[in-house]
């Protein structure tokens, strides 16, 4: 790969959810102070929202990262496509209760609420993490309600952080929201976010040189809006490119004959370029 090439210690524009990778502009890191913020008073219900592909996975993960190193008992749930069911079960399994395949959905209720009882008697916080809520089934949301509704019922000791594409219909689901201490909107990045994310990626990946021209990252924040998933994979073509090419840099135009290749690029804005043409 071109990491040899480059000068780097890693692969900082691979679009994987490690927290290596992990860049605190403003934007994440005011969203990841909020959710401490959260487990931190021990609320009920906080709720993360952006668009696709901003890093609302990765500001989890950092959440949860957060919140075992103050102590507390995290719970993690990936609710795409998931039924209450199976939400249900991949929760009992995240809290360590060791269900079996043909558990029924009562036994797993009664398990992972006995468990959150036995909690809040010994007065232990419990924090669970539930990415893609947008993408969950209806009754696995009516399953968020009732846990939420339980606790309530009680003194709080589980707080439920959960994110959610900003396409999430929150009038469908009002007592959900309702229950929401704080809801945190995860916008793309501006400008000069777009500049700091990719010199920290390359910074983390121990980049010897400032490799992004600055009109290569001006035309990174143009055809990508501003959006990290976009970016990343835009970075990971142009630096390809420019080493297959024995670049010393990458500039506007090697960025443009990358967005080429690269899928959910405004390449409306701007003409064709192909590779040669970055060596002109």
Known sequence: MYERYWGLNGSPFQGTNDLRWFIETTAHEEALARLNFLVDERRHFGLLRGPAGTGKTLVLQAARRDAIQRGREVATVDLFGLDSHEMLWQLAVSLRLSPHASCSRWWLWQAVTDHLQALNSANLPQVLLCD??????????????????????????????????????????????????????????????????????????????????????????????????????????????????????????????????????????SPRYEFTDALR
């Open 132 to 269: 893609h809520l947008e993408r969950a089934e209806s009754d696995c949301l009516s399953v968020l309600e009732r846990l939420l509704h339980v606790d309530a019922s009680q003194r709080s000791c589980l707080t439920i952080l959960a994110a959610a594409r900003e396409v999430f219909e929150e009038s469908v689901f009002p007592e959900l929201i309702e229950h929401s201490d704080l809801r945190i909107e995860l916008p793309r990045l501006d400008r000069l976010e777009t500049t700091q994310f990719v010199r920290g990626l390359l910074h983390q990946a121990a980049c010897p040189r400032d490799v992004f021209k600055p009109d290569a990252i001006k035309v990174l924040f143009e055809l990508t809006d501003g959006e990290p998933r976009a970016i990343v994979r835009l970075c990971d073509i142009a630096l390809a490119a420019g080493a297959h090419q024995e670049l010393n840099h990458i500039d506007e135009f090697v960025v443009r004959a990358a967005a080429g290749e690269a899928p959910n690029v405004r390449r409306n804005q």
